[in-house]
C-alpha cells in the first residue's frame, strides 16, 4: 500500500487494469461507462456489469502537452488520449510513440503507469 490516499472505485479499476483484467461497466442498454459506476446516467439502470475491455481500443483523438501547470511539468511534452474502446472511451496518458507519429485510428493497447512529478498512477496507452 502507498501512503496516498486511495480512490476507492477508481483505484480498483486501475489494479483490474494492471492485472490485464481491465473491464467497463455496462447497463443491460448497451450503455457502457468508465471509470465504473452504480447507475446508468443514461437510463438510470442499476444493473450495470463487469464487461471485459477489447485488448486494444483506437485513439479517437489526442493533444500533444508541452507547457502544463506545474503540478505536471516534469512530465512535459507528453501526449493525452481519448481511446476507443467500442461503448466507452478512456483518457490517459499515450506514451512509447513520438507524438509526431500519433495518428487519430492508431491501435494501442492499456496499461498503468506514473506521472514523474507526482507519482500518481494514471492510465498509460502504448502503441500496439
Ligand atoms: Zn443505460
Given at each position: 500500500m502507498s501512503d496516498k490516499a486511495r480512490d476507492g472505485a477508481f483505484d480498483d479499476w486501475l489494479d483490474a487494469i494492471e492485472d490485464d483484467s481491465g473491464y467497463y461497466v455496462e447497463c443491460e442498454n448497451g450503455h457502457g461507462w468508465l471509470p465504473?459506476?452504480?447507475?446508468?446516467?443514461?437510463?438510470?439502470?442499476?444493473d450495470l456489469s463487469e464487461t471485459p475491455l477489447p485488448d486494444a481500443g483506437e485513439v479517437a483523438t489526442f493533444t500533444e502537452v508541452s507547457v502544463a501547470t506545474p503540478q505536471f511539468s516534469?512530465?512535459?511534452p507528453y501526449v493525452t488520449a481519448i481511446v476507443d474502446y467500442g461503448p466507452v472511451r478512456v483518457t490517459g496518458l499515450l506514451r512509447g510513440a513520438d507524438p509526431d507519429d500519433v495518428d487519430v485510428g492508431m491501435p494501442v493497447g492499456i496499461g498503468v503507469g506514473e506521472r514523474?512529478?507526482?507519482?500518481d498512477r494514471a492510465v498509460v496507452f502504448r502503441p500496439r
Open positions: 465504473p459506476r452504480r447507475v446508468c446516467p443514461d437510463c438510470g439502470s442499476r516534469a512530465d512535459t514523474e512529478t507526482t507519482g
